[in-house]
Nanobody
Framework: QVQLVESGGGLVQAGGSLRLSCAASGRTFGTDVICWFRQAPGKEREFVARIFVSDTSTYHDSVKGRFTISRDNAKNTVYLQMNSLKPEDTAVYYC???????????????WGKGTLVTVSS
């Protein structure tokens, strides 16, 4: 069993930055793929970024060049640095763990409860 706790959300003006954290307990990340998803009001949950044990990362096109995912295995924590934030980035951000290459929310094994990011214009 893995427990994931996100933190770092908040209210920021457009163009600003936030850093989200996802701390895991229950087991170490090991070979897990750690993903960030987001869900805006009235919209489906969508993939944002993921990082593999090799530190290889992939991103949704809408956040490429603005968001950076990283992991600290010693702290069992994954981060999402979000720069140049836009109002359309407003959503609840979730971290999730999988042992597959799936980008589908249904392919995740564990989820955190999310942290709200609000970007004002």
């Amino acid at each position: 069993q893995v427990q994931l706790v996100e933190s770092g959300g908040g209210l920021v003006q457009a163009g600003g930055s936030l850093r989200l954290s996802c701390a895991a307990s229950g087991r170490t990340f090991g070979t897990d793929v750690i993903c960030w998803f987001r869900q805006a009001p009235g919209k489906e949950r969508e993939f944002v970024a993921r990082i593999f044990v090799s530190d290889t990362s992939t991103y949704h096109d809408s956040v490429k060049g603005r968001f950076t995912i990283s992991r600290d295995n010693a702290k069992n924590t994954v981060y999402l640095q979000m720069n140049s934030l836009k109002p359309e980035d407003t959503a609840v951000y979730y971290c999730a763990v999988t042992r597959t290459v799936s980008l589908d929310p249904l392919g995740m094994d564990y989820w955190g409860k999310g942290t709200l990011v609000t970007v004002s214009s």
